[in-house]
């Protein structure tokens, strides 16, 4: 059996002994353990290699032993790496090279040559430790800047081995890259991967440079990097797949007991619970007032101006009442690309120029200690705590704090009430991957307020764009950000976070790693890797999707939705897809039509309780909903709407064509065992699904010869489809079906889906239709003929041969044809569609892609980012500051940066 063997630096799981002798196994957390460890968990042939945090120096040999059965119980493979490995390999060339060149820190940088051997050596072990269990046909997934020459090392040794890589961190434009004493080197380790990951399309073009500049090596239409030349040629897929979290589970965390008492508390010290604040405020204020004015007292020897005391205090009693007391948040790990000097600036900058603030917002700064042992992180630390320190000896008063401070690792579920205390997320590093604080605020906050103030600098400012984006170098701008979303409404909080949250809720971890994976098979099956659909391509499609007014979708069933299955009765639709079209079909600027070869009895009988189109038998009958007739019952359970069916017009008379064409399969019945006729009402099929293939293969052949000669002059065409040839009459294709659709005006995004031969001719009606757009925009068309057909499949007939309009809107434009058309193969084999993807799970993804995008858009916000709300203060301050002029913070840093 074929497994998932998935390498990362660490394991997901630590071991500690305990006194008994046994060991208590404790679950990492962080991004990689939560967004793979649910598949790892969940499926008993996924196998997970990582550094056990053993030193095996340190430790006897019995006990390395029983330590390796330990981990292996949890389908754990450890590696033991010496002290010296760590400090060579991880600490060293990982840590100390490649993480600050890789976040724009090369400053922070060093070069040393003894490390980089180390690290050489450290990847030849994980992978000698893989080469001993590994199996040709098993999939490698290696994670991080830990192991970038793993790949070769193991693709040297199984050519036909299926590897991935992910890269959890940013990657470095070229000329950074560039500065890598070995850079080369480490590219050619990637380079025996078939599948490189990326957060963003940005770090893809990056990485792609690099490539071209220091191997030579260029990418293909489909982004693929070809090596080799003649049989022995492979290619190296680059993709971006933006890391998600478990949206579920922070959102469930939020609401634990344990998450409120967090929140409540945090409320409480910054005055939102209690009148205690704004009560001592106010005599604070009054106290430091009055002794000013008195003589001889310690106050009095000081004058006005030298008393900033009297005016924060009055100024912080007078401006606001507690019931507008703000909490701003931050979580990281104490790290230096995370941004907080400069954040901390920022802050000190929004409480100087808006004094109203002082007193009514409070800093909850979780700083999570990392790497303590390092200068540099030592370093920060001491800057951190010195600022914190300035800013609260600048503006403290008696009852208010502006910065509550903790360096402590805490569990989750207080980090999510500190979540859901914050008004505002303050999330700015200058310089990260993905950064998932920025998303699980928002889980966090689901269906809530709160405003999250996001660096431009992350990958995840690439998705959640209407946030707050800045530059997290320039302090003017953050300072403005910040006091723009603390003053920010709460239904404009709500209606923003809506949108991002229903994009958040879909691309989940899991879907992240469903997704890498999926990607993986297909680019490694060479009859699936042209046409891939990349990454940037579906996000262009799912804008296409939220931009477009009224949208048609044309999806085959088998083998488009579901697997092909040996008996075709048994391709039955589960719960959960009829759930997905009843999603589908329920979007109101959406019509969604099943284009299929099956009778209508059937898709009626699995389909006919949807709100969706329905085209049978290759478009010789079809049917919609009569509109009104969607209803729910009491247990808001969908009632079966009503519909009547349509057959296609000029069609050969059965009764004349149907006992010749069966007499000639039937031969083939009894040629190949297992193999039937299906009987439609306008076609016939011969099924060898479930035959001899090889026996079925040469019989097909035979057959199609001989109804090749019958066919033509009973007006019907014979088609090799999956595992069936099927007749039918030759003025009947799904192509002709859907054209009346497509040239009807109505759509402006059309969508075609289909696995099969028959489903090319859909293909061909959605590209010619987009292909005409541009006549028809130029000429005035005369389509009365198109009006008419779409008239005849939207106007339908009711059980009682009345008729209806099945569909208020009128066309829009009569001539108009779809200005953004899709099409996709699914699976293997020659296409004329734009795009392919691989199964029909991808067609399920893609599909909760666009369910996701259009409440996303139904929340508010739409695709686009929005212009920020201008505060009233802003705009006050805004006349009033010069400063917007000065060269940005950034810039300046940059200059340092250059000249060091
Ligand atoms: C790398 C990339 C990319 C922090 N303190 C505590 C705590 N955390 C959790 C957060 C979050 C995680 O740690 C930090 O994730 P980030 O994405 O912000 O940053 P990195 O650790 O640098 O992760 C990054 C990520 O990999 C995934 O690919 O997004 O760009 O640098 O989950 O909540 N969690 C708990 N207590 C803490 O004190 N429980």
Not at 151 to 170: Q, T
Not at 181 to 198: C, V
Not at 201 to 217: H, I, K, M, Q, T
Request: charged content about 25%.
């Amino acid at each position: 059996m074929a497994r998932l063997i998935i390498v990362s630096n660490r394991l997901p799981v630590s071991l500690h002994a305990k006194p008994d002798g046994t060991y208590a196994m404790k679950q990492s957390i962080g991004g990689l353990a939560t967004a793979i460890g649910p598949y790892h968990k969940s499926h008993n042939d996924c196998l997970w290699v990582g550094w056990s945090s053993i030193d095996p120096d340190a430790c006897p040999k019995s006990e390395i032993k029983s330590v390796t059965e330990e981990f292996k119980s949890r389908r754990c493979v450890p590696i033991f790496l010496t002290q010296k490995e760590i400090d060579g390999y991880y600490a060293g060339y990982a840590n100390d090279t490649l993480w600050p060149l890789f976040h724009d820190f090369a400053h922070e940088a060093t070069f040393d040559s003894s490390t980089w051997k180390v690290y050489q050596e450290v990847n030849q072990k994980f992978a000698d430790a893989i080469i001993e269990f590994v199996n040709p046909d098993d999939t490698v997934w290696i994670q991080d800047y830990h192991l970038m020459l793993l790949p070769a090392m193991l693709r040297s040794r199984f050519p036909k081995l299926k590897i991935g890589w992910f890269l959890h961190i940013p990657f470095p434009s070229p000329e950074i890259f560039h500065q890598l004493p070995n850079g080369k080197e480490l590219l050619e380790g990637l380079m025996g991967a078939d599948l490189l990951g990326f957060h963003t399309e940005d770090f893809c073009v990056n990485f792609l440079a690099s490539v071209r500049a220091l191997l030579g090596l260029e990418v293909d239409k489909d982004g693929r990097i070809p090596i080799g030349s003649g049989t022995s040629q492979r290619f190296v897929t680059v993709d971006a797949f933006p890391i998600g979290i478990d949206y579920g589970l922070y959102r469930r965390n939020a609401h634990s007991s344990l998450a409120q008492a967090m929140r409540h508390g945090i409320e409480a010290v910054s005055g939102k619970r209690t009148r205690r604040v704004s009560t001592s405020l106010t005599a604070e204020s009054e106290a430091a007032a009055e002794a000013s004015d008195q003589e001889e007292n310690w106050w009095s020897a000081h004058t006005s101006d030298e008393l900033p005391e009297v005016e924060l205090a009055q100024s912080a009693a007078a401006k606001r009442g507690t019931e507008d007391n703000k909490v701003v948040v931050s979580v990281d790990r104490l790290d230096y690309t995370k941004g907080l000097p400069e954040r901390l600036r920022a802050f000190d900058l929004m409480l100087s120029r808006y004094p109203e603030w002082v007193g009514h917002v409070t800093y909850y700064l979780l700083a999570t200690p990392t790497r303590e042992d390092v200068e540099t992180y030592r370093k920060l630390k001491d800057q951190v705590d010195q600022l914190v320190g300035e800013i609260n000896g600048k503006y403290s008063l008696l009852s208010w704090t502006p910065i509550h401070y903790i360096t402590r690792s805490l569990p989750i579920k207080p980090v999510c009430g500190i979540y859901t205390a914050g008004d505002v997320a303050l999330v700015t590093p200058l310089r990260d991957g993905m950064n998932l604080v920025a998303k699980e605020y928002l889980a966090s906050r689901d269906g809530r307020d709160g405003a999250l103030v996001l660096s431009d600098e992350c990958g995840a400012a690439r998705e959640l764009t209407d946030a707050f984006i800045v530059n997290p170098y320039d302090t003017e701008a953050v300072c403005e950000a910040l006091h723009s979303a603390l003053e920010i409404g709460s239904d404009e909080a709500k209606r923003r976070n809506a949108a991002m949250q229903a994009r958040l809720k879909y691309r989940t971890a899991g879907l992240w790693s469903a997704e890498f994976l999926s990607t993986l098979r297909q680019v490694s099956d060479p009859r699936m890797a042209d046409r891939r659909l990349q990454s940037v391509q579906r996000d262009h499609l799912v804008h296409e999707w939220g931009q477009s007014k009224r949208k048609l979708v044309l999806c085959d069933y088998d083998g488009t939705l579901t697997q092909i299955v040996r008996t075709p009765g048994r391709a039955k639709p589960t719960h959960r897809l009829l759930d997905l079209l009843r999603e589908v079909g329920s979007i109101p600027d959406v019509d969604l039509y099943l284009v299929s070869g099956r009778t209508r009895e059937t898709m009626d009988e699995w389909f006919g309780c949807l709100p969706i189109g329905l085209i049978a038998e290759h478009g010789a009958w079809h049917t919609k909903p009569i509109e009104g007739t969607t209803a729910k019952n009491a247990d808001g359970r969908t009632i079966a709407p009503k519909r009547y069916w349509r057959r296609a017009d000029g069609l050969p008379d059965p009764d004349e064509w149907r006992p010749i064409i069966e007499t000639i399969m039937n031969k083939s019945v009894a040629r190949v065992p297992q193999s039937f006729i299906e009987y439609k009402s306008t076609d016939l099929a011969w099924h060898y699904r479930m035959s001899d293939q090889k026996l079925a293969q040469e019989q097909r052949e035979r057959l199609v010869d001989e109804l090749q000669k019958v066919c033509p002059q009973y007006g019907l065409m014979v088609m090799r489809n999956a595992k069936v040839i099927e007749v039918c009459p030759a003025n009947v294709s799904k192509g002709e079906a859907v054209k009346p659709l497509l040239e009807s005006g109505r759509y402006d995004f059309v969508l075609a889906l289909g696995d099969d031969t028959t489903d090319e001719t859909m293909f061909a009606s959605v590209s010619g239709c987009a292909s005409a757009r541009n006549k028809a925009d130029t000429h005035d068309v005369d389509n009365a003929g198109v009006v008419k057909m779409v008239d005849s499949m939207e106007t339908t007939t009711t059980v009682d041969g009345s008729s209806a309009e099945s569909n208020g809107s009128k066309p829009a434009k009569k001539s108009a044809a779809p200005s953004a058309a899709w099409t996709i193969k699914v699976g293997a084999g020659d296409t004329n569609a734009r795009s392919r993807i691989a199964t029909p799970t991808d067609t399920g993804r893609l599909l909760g892609y666009l369910v996701a995008e259009s409440e996303a858009v139904a929340a508010g916000t739409g695709p686009a980012p929005k212009a920020k709300p201008k505060s009233k203060s802003k705009a006050k301050k805004a006349s009033k500051s010069k400063t917007s002029a000065k060269p940005t913070p950034k810039a300046a840093s940059k200059t340092k940066k250059a000249s060091k």
